[in-house]
């Protein structure tokens, strides 16, 4: 597995210690906690992604920014209907990545997500659960790509 965040790789081994019974619960318990991940009125964002994705009835929108410690702060807003396995990858995203550095974040691989999840409920919702991360990567790389600062003119 790739390298990830300290928190999001405390979460990770958390989930893989739990019989399918224990990652079910723990998963729901999850989910009932995302609105604590709501943006805040407060805050200001670097990126809004507002998204569905195809096939998919669940709405997510990522609210990123970068903060000037250079850390990553991730919140949500989801739709009425969005589903208990999506609140929860949510919410474990939201704990697992805030504070974490963003090319970490721009680099996140997919391979955590079976471990957390577990096989059975992934096959079912892969789409959306997938579609997340990816969305988020897209993100990140997004600001890192506009905070490059341009090279120097060689007339300079």
Known sequence: MAKLPPALAELVAFFVGLTEAQ???ALWSCAEESARHA????????????RTEPGCSDEVTLFVKIEPDGGLRLRAELGPDTRTLTRALVTILCRGLNGSDPALVAALPDDFIPEIVGEPLLRSRSRSVYGITSRLREAVRSLL?????EPPNEGD
């Open 23 to 25: 990652r079910r619960e």
């Open 145 to 149: 790509a506009r905070a490059k600062p």
């Open 39 to 50: 943006p805040r009125e407060d805050e200001t964002h670097d990126a809004i992604d507002a």
